[in-house]
Nanobody, 117 residues
Framework: QQQLVESGGGSVQAGGSLRLSCKAARMITSTFNPTTMAWYRQAPGKQRELVAS???????NYVDSVKGRFAISRDNARKTVYLQMDNLQYEDTGRYYCNTIAQDLQWGQGTQVTVSS
């Protein structure tokens, strides 16, 4: 069983929405709850970048390019982190991954988001 399982990606037109989910399957709840979790993305030919993060206290941070369009949230009982993505743009295309902010878990397979203009 992988440590991180991402889902929810797909192909949408610009202006569309998607909701990504990431389950930290092998984290125990007492570890997950205080851990800052994050979503990352990797566009073709580019390095993986941090998109959004959420602390155990639910303080959120976003890269400037997604502010006002993306919303990160978490459900501690389900050990799951979500990324609601609205008004998607072509530049949001990429493979999306979750991990801790320290990136200390084994990376999952990610979920592909493709936005057509």
């Amino acid at each position: 069983q992988q440590q991180l399982v991402e889902s929810g990606g797909g192909s949408v037109q610009a202006g569309g929405s998607l909701r990504l989910s990431c389950k930290a399957a092998r984290m125990i709840t007492s570890t997950f709850n205080p851990t800052t979790m994050a979503w990352y993305r990797q566009a073709p030919g580019k390095q993986r970048e941090l998109v959004a993060s959420i602390t155990g206290a639910r303080t959120t941070n976003y890269v400037d390019s997604v502010k006002g369009r993306f919303a990160i949230s978490r459900d501690n009982a389900r050990k799951t982190v979500y990324l609601q993505m609205d008004n998607l743009q072509y530049e949001d295309t990429g493979r999306y991954y979750c991990n801790t902010i320290a990136q200390d878990l084994q990376w999952g397979q990610g979920t592909q988001v493709t936005v057509s203009s």
